[in-house]
Each structure stands twice: as structure tokens, then as C-alpha cells.
């Protein structure tokens, strides 16, 4: 095998242990996420249709699935559960879904979102000031 060989390999290494880590860092921060929002009987998936109706709303279910990045019946679901949990309520005006939450909804909105985000805030604690802004920017550059 030529030194040149050897060198892609090792690369090819490298790159696949760093996208490990990334996916394992990831799906692990979705668990620890998912028991933390269990306190307010959300799932991830919820917190975040919660979030994007919070700060965007009203936003159609078009929008909402585009936020999401999913498509607008894989949120169907989702969005008739949490209207039948009173955190949501959709209004039709013309042939477009507006949705918005409810005062309940908001009220949940005000108290999980900062709690969510220190959570997340906390999950970079074992990093130096410096290396989280280091670790932004290489993440950033990809």
C-alpha cells in the first residue's frame, strides 16, 4: 500500500470516527432532552412545533411543516394532538391553516423555553469558553 493510500485511509478514518461522534453527541442530547421535557409531557418533536408556533405564529401548516422541515402531513398528527391538549388552535381563513397558541399554550410556551434552553446550555459544560467557541466555528466552517 503507497504512503498516499495509507494517508486516505487514515482520513477515511478520521472522518467516519468525527461523524460518529457527532451522531452519537446528537442522539444522546435527544434523550437527555426528551426525559428533560417529559416534565411538561413533551416530546422533542412537540417542543419544537411548539417553539416555531410560538415564535412565528400565526403560521400556516405549510409554514409550520417547512420550519419543522418535515412535510405538512407528517405534522398532521402532531398538530390535531396538541390541539386536543388546548396548546394550540388552528383557524382556517380562505383554503390556508393558521395556528397559534392558546393561552394555555403560550403560558407552557413562556415557562419550558427558557428551561429547555439552559438545559441545552448545560449540555457544553465539560468545554472551556474557548474551546465552545472553537468548537462553533469548526462546526460553523462545515
Do not use: C
Amino acid at each position: 500500500m503507497s504512503s498516499f493510500n495509507m494517508g486516505k485511509s487514515q482520513d477515511l478514518k478520521l472522518g467516519l470516527l468525527l461523524w460518529f461522534r457527532l451522531a452519537q453527541f446528537y442522539n444522546r442530547s435527544n434523550q437527555l432532552s426528551n426525559q428533560h421535557l417529559k416534565k411538561w409531557n413533551l416530546s422533542i418533536a412537540q417542543f419544537d412545533l411548539l417553539v416555531q408556533v410560538g415564535v412565528h405564529q400565526p403560521i400556516s401548516q405549510q409554514g409550520l411543516a417547512e420550519k419543522l422541515l418535515v412535510t405538512k402531513g407528517n405534522i398532521t398528527q402532531m398538530v390535531v394532538k396538541m390541539e386536543s391538549a388546548g396548546l394550540i388552535q388552528r383557524t382556517q381563513e380562505w383554503r390556508t391553516k393558521h395556528i397559534t397558541l392558546t393561552n394555555k399554550g403560550k403560558e407552557l410556551y413562556e415557562e419550558v423555553v427558557p428551561q429547555q434552553e439552559l438545559f441545552q446550555v448545560s449540555q457544553f459544560q465539560a468545554l472551556t469558553k474557548d474551546e465552545q467557541k472553537q468548537l462553533l466555528a469548526l462546526l460553523k466552517k462545515l
